[in-house]
């Protein structure tokens, strides 16, 4: 455990493959494992009685709990998401303002990251690092309902983010 928490505070926030395995950057759903897992590193540790090794991850999830909207979370929106602010998919350098393009995989569209929308941030309220009436999590998930969901007659579902190509069939 102390190994696989110190490569996380080692090389986190920023990941090399978010949810869906897809992107490297800022990723509000893997910043939120990730803060979950030195969490439970620590408590882990405290069980152990080693402090020296709980306190600097307890910190660190503290400080990543205070930056994940920083990195994640634009406040300018698009033209095509209003709802300010909101988290977006992924960022790649944790500037949600910088509007990087980027190509969406299964041949998906180039999208500025700011238009990118998923589900993912919902995993910071799931494990208990946002509340659920947060601010930015309701615009998130008025944009979601706006962005990627699709009322069925067995009710709604929702695409996994708004360009995604995955299983798609083309037209023949």
């Known amino acids: 455990v102390k190994r696989s928490a110190d490569y996380v505070a080692r090389n986190g926030p920023a990941t090399a493959q978010e949810r869906w395995e897809e992107e490297a950057g800022y ?5 939120a494992a990730e803060i979950a897992g030195l969490v439970c590193a620590a408590d882990l540790a ?3 009685d080693n402090p020296g090794d709980a306190l600097p991850w307890l910190a660190l999830a503290d400080e990543w709990t205070e930056r ?3 990195w994640t979370a634009t406040k300018t929106g698009t033209e095509l998401h209003t709802h300010t602010p909101y988290y977006v998919r992924v960022t790649r350098d944790g500037n949600p303002e910088a509007g ?3 190509t969406l995989a299964n041949a998906g569209p180039t999208l500025d ?5 998923d589900g ?3 995993e910071l309220t799931r494990l208990g690092i946002k509340s659920h009436d947060d601010e930015i999590i309701n615009n998130s998930l008025t944009e979601v309902d706006e962005t990627i969901r699709v009322d069925t007659p067995q009710g709604p579902a929702f695409y996994r983010y708004n360009g995604d190509g995955y299983g798609e069939q083309g037209e023949e």
């Open 27 to 31: 990723s509000p759903s893997s910043i």
């Open 46 to 48: 405290i069980d152990q």
């Open 68 to 70: 994940v909207e920083e």
């Open 100 to 102: 990087h393009l980027r």
């Open 113 to 117: 990251e700011r238009e990118i929308i």
């Open 120 to 122: 993912g941030f919902l």
